[in-house]
């Protein structure tokens, strides 16, 4: 049996230096295993060694290694300083001692005084203009007094917060000082497919230049799915580890385009969830904090979900859209007709999948500016003009 088996495959030039003669193995069988490769011929066994020349041939870099030579020189790391002022206390229950006189009997005169304490925190961030502007997390630098920022290359410059937005939980920094700057490629989150390559790259508890690889968990996370109120940003979803001190550096794609900005993690049982904000929403919001030093959120004031399963079924032409699940009363969408159950389908001459599409044509329309959206309530169509204004206005309506 084992001479038919030699027969059918050529023999190579090559010697064995315990064999005289070695066959050719056909490339499904052919792997290699700790540097040799074992036949079962007729219950023996013929050992193949794997030369040294052949192990060379073996490229030693992933993909990350070129990844990061486009993107890794660009990640800083962000020390902030500010002061915290904290109450001092008597030790005695609160509004116990309120006569100055019984104060100064007791002798506890001064121990309510306000003290001070500087507060360290630190943070990543990625450069993306060669003029030195740097992408971060806002609660990164929020209140911050001081901020220093850590060059890959050794350097430590200060820089100064050009403008944040809490909404968002982005802020822009400018590094102070001559460059030339190293600057990360900007991806398109927008092209983005659940399963990608997603590399993350930070300084988590101080530690710097940590590079962690996943993939895109999911897409369009909103923040209320993480019992997160008071945000505006649907994010990305991530397995690659994000740690404390990750926030505001860039989430890279295989090609070490920077697609994200990490901003949180999951912790707990069943951890392993890290987000990102999309870096097409981050450069939205950082051209408007450059050149305004604040960003504009329109609103119309609804609370929207996607479409329920038995709703979708009841719709005729398979219908997609948002369906509306609050009207804010008083505020523009009340004001334009628009009520809970109806269903968004389309806003300007755009249509609409899903609660995002409905998010991002208010944004890209602006305040102040109407904008026809077309509904479906009870299967009928219906179109209504509405004007949506600044988020920070809904309580004047």
């Not at 996943?214 to 580890?241: E, F, P």
Request: proline letters at 6%; charged letters at 20%; one cysteine or more.
């Amino acid at each position: 049996m084992a001479k038919e088996l030699i027969k059918r495959f050529k023999t190579i030039s090559r010697v064995s230096p315990k064999h005289t003669s070695i066959i050719k193995l056909p490339t499904f069988i052919f792997l290699a295993l700790l540097g040799q490769f074992c036949i079962p011929l007729e219950n023996k066994f013929i050992y193949l060694p794997i030369h040294a020349e052949e192990r060379q041939s073996f490229s030693k870099q992933s993909f990350v290694v070129e990844a990061l030579s486009r993107s890794g020189q660009a990640v800083v790391t962000l020390e902030t300083q500010r002061r915290v002022l904290s109450k001092g206390t008597s030790g005695l229950p609160p509004g116990l001692i309120i006569d100055p006189y019984l104060e100064r009997f007791f002798g506890l005169q001064g121990m309510g005084t306000p003290r001070s304490r500087i507060e360290r925190g630190q943070g990543s961030g990625v450069i993306f203009t060669t003029e030195g502007f740097v992408l971060t997390n806002a609660h990164v630098v929020e209140k911050t007094d001081r901020l220093m920022i850590g060059m890959s290359d050794g350097r430590v410059v200060p820089g100064r917060v050009i403008g944040q937005d809490s909404l968002t939980d982005l802020a822009v920094i400018q590094l102070e000082g001559s460059g030339p700057w190293p600057t990360a490629p900007l991806g398109d989150s927008d092209k983005l497919s659940v399963g990608d390559w997603a590399i993350a790259v930070g300084n988590p508890f101080g530690l710097e230049n940590t590079v962690t690889l996943g993939i895109i968990s999911n897409l369009n996370r909103n923040v209320a799915q993480l019992g997160i109120s008071g945000k505006r940003i649907n994010l990305i979803q991530t397995d690659a580890a994000i740690n404390p001190g990750n926030s505001g550096g860039p989430l890279l794609n295989a090609n070490g385009e920077v697609i994200g900005i990490n901003t949180l993690v999951r912790s707990g049982p069943g951890a392993g969830l890290g987000f990102a904000i999309p870096i097409n929403r981050a450069q939205e919001i950082a051209k408007q904090l450059i050149e305004k030093g604040q960003a504009s959120h329109p609103m119309i004031g609804v609370s929207l979900s996607s479409i329920p399963n038995e709703t979708q079924q009841n719709l005729k032409n398979e219908n997609t859209g948002a369906m509306i699940r609050y009207v804010i009363p008083g505020g523009p969408a009340d004001l334009g007709g628009l009520e809970v159950g109806d269903i968004i389908i389309a806003a300007g001459k755009k249509e609409t999948n899903n609660p995002s599409d409905v998010i991002q044509a208010i944004n890209q329309n602006g305040s102040n500016k109407p904008i026809i959206f077309t509904i479906l309530r009870s299967k009928r169509e219906i179109k209504l003009p509405i004007t949506p204004i600044e988020i920070n206005n809904i309580g004047n309506f």
